[in-house]
């Protein structure tokens, strides 16, 4: 068998942040050694919370920095909403992380979806992709743009990013960057990261906590079954990490690790 995802589970959110940290950093140091810039794409949902968490704590030393201005933010996953709208994952990540950062910190660049364009999901996702497009331009020989860092979550029905389960957008092989008009959860018109593109990046975090996800998580882990999360799993082996709480993972039989780089 290949190399499996590393899930790692912690007593806590609080706990897990420490951990989310030091790995956040390690990919953002890769990346900064392979070309001066961190290439990071972020969900919504429970996400940016905890990533506030583990990125707004003051660091531990020289190695513990986030050197916010070499960061090139983008989304995983956006809903076709205005950027201030209480459904916009830029607005929740805004509120949660990119607010906190204090005035004298040099700021990441952040790439939002097109506001102007909300009326065409189509359109909405081309820009998109257009802009991961001119940012990926120095790898124009790839056909998929490679990022340093996926920040995912999971959905309690198995998604992750806007890739539902049993939806036809999981046999997307070409687009980058497609709209989906029939979201099962609210709400319904949004825009997604595809599958080829998740799975192509240099490494993928999966943050899940509380009780309940713990059903789902053992679906995923167990069975698979095809779930959105499963297939980036497969997709990603050993490249994956999960970053779990304790009530996430009850009752999951699956190897957890001790955290370590
Ligand atoms: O709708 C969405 O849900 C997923 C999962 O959210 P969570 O609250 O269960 O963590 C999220 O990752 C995605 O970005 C969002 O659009």
Redesign the pocket.
């Known amino acids: 068998m290949g190399k499996q995802a590393n899930l790692y589970a912690f007593p806590d959110a609080a706990s897990l942040a420490p951990a989310l940290r030091a790995y956040v950093i390690s990919c953002q140091d890769a990346g900064l050694q392979r070309h001066g810039v961190f290439k990071v794409a972020v969900?919504?949902?429970?996400?940016p919370k905890t990533l506030a968490q583990a990125l707004l704590a003051p660091p531990k030393g020289e190695g513990d920095q986030v050197k916010w201005d070499k960061w090139e933010i983008f989304f995983?996953?956006e809903?076709a909403v205005p950027l201030d709208h209480a459904d916009s994952?830029y607005a929740l990540l805004k509120a949660e992380l990119l607010d906190k950062l204090s005035t004298d910190t040099p700021q990441p660049t952040v790439h939002t979806i097109d506001p102007t364009q909300l009326g065409d999901t189509q359109e909405l996702a081309d820009q998109y992709e257009q802009v991961l497009v001119r940012s990926f331009a120095s790898r124009d020989s790839v056909k998929l743009p490679i990022f340093d860092l996926l920040l995912?979550?999971?959905?309690?029905d198995g998604?992750?990013?806007?890739l539902f389960p049993g939806h036809e957008l999981l046999r997307e092989t070409t687009a980058w960057v497609a709209p989906i008009e029939d979201s099962p959860?609210p709400p319904p018109k949004?825009i997604t990261l595809t599958l080829p593109v998740v799975n192509h990046a240099v490494r993928v975090a999966f943050v899940?906590t509380g009780g309940g996800k713990k059903e789902i998580m053992k679906e995923i882990f167990e069975q698979g079954n095809g779930l959105p999360c499963a297939l980036v799993n497969e997709g990603t082996g050993d490249r994956c990490s999960w970053f779990v709480d304790n009530p996430a993972v009850e009752g999951v039989s699956y190897p957890k690790r001790p955290f370590s780089l």
Do not use: V, W
């Not at 969900?43 to 996400?47: A, P, T, V």
């Not at 995912?152 to 309690?156: Q, R, S």
């Open positions: 969900s919504g949902g429970s996400l995983a996953d809903r994952n995912l979550g999971c959905g309690p998604h992750t990013c806007s959860k949004r899940a």
